[in-house]
């Protein structure tokens, strides 16, 4: 069983159009993060969310995470060819291990 | 600051050959881990060090894995002898302080195909 499951696995549209991608969980966690993986690199991390209810922004991106901080979303407004990859959620798990959800792979076709 | 250094980019092996991989972190960075993505799916946790000692090794196979950080600073990634289902990128990460609050640094990973 997955302690994270994401959703959907793959994603493919086009350019310009919004999106959403969801990271849940039967457990509660302290924070969550989410990481962009380009192809033939390493995931790089995106943003942490601590607080049940925040939302934070990083331009065209909002992350939120849930109210008991057992799941949290994506939502990329009018995405572009820039934002493909596999997106994936990561909580810290057992005091210092960061574990992974299987990732979204998003395609953004122009 | 110079990132996550990690070697080689590729490396295709036979089953039952050995091979080694290795990593540099960032300067300063007193965790280190060792993740395996086979393809399709999120990382998966290996082992963590915490400066030269093992914090958690749980999720390596022993009977074929090994992972040293002797002094502290770089750290190799052993398999011998290599299976099929090997064939995965082994990610290499390192964090300032333990535990995932504030990310952690990825290298750009050794993509291993086992023939």
């Known amino acids: 069983t997955q302690l994270l499951e994401q959703s959907p696995q793959f994603l493919s549209i086009q350019e310009g159009e919004n999106l959403t991608v969801y990271c849940n969980s039967s457990?509660?966690?302290?924070?969550l993060q989410w990481y962009r993986q380009e192809p033939g690199e390493g995931p790089v991390l995106l943003v942490t969310?601590?607080?049940?209810?925040e939302v934070k922004k990083l331009k065209r991106l909002t992350f939120q995470f849930g109210d008991a901080r057992k799941d949290s979303s994506l939502h990329i407004t009018a995405a572009q060819p820039g934002d493909t990859g596999l997106y994936l959620c990561a909580i810290t798990y057992a005091g210092n291990m960061l574990t992974f959800g299987g990732g979204t792979r998003l395609m953004v076709k122009p | 600051e110079a990132g996550v250094a990690q070697s080689p980019r590729y490396k295709i092996i036979e089953k039952r050959q050995s091979v080694a991989f290795w990593c540099n972190p960032i300067?300063?960075?007193?965790?280190l881990y060792w993740y395996q993505q086979i393809l399709g799916q999120g990382p998966k946790l290996l082992i963590q060090f915490q400066n030269n000692g093992v914090v958690d090794d749980s999720q390596l196979p022993k009977d074929r894995f090994s992972a040293e950080r002797l002094k502290g600073v770089d750290s190799t990634l052993k398999i011998q002898p290599a299976k099929l289902e090997d064939s995965a990128v082994y990610l290499c990460?390192?964090?300032?302080?333990?535990?995932?609050?504030?990310?952690?640094?990825f290298g750009s990973g050794t993509r291993l195909t086992v023939v």
């Open positions: 969310v601590v607080t049940g209810g």
């Open positions: 457990s509660v966690f302290s924070s």
């Open positions: 990460a390192s964090s300032l302080i333990p535990g995932g609050h504030y990310g952690y640094t």
């Open positions: 300067s300063g960075h007193a965790t």
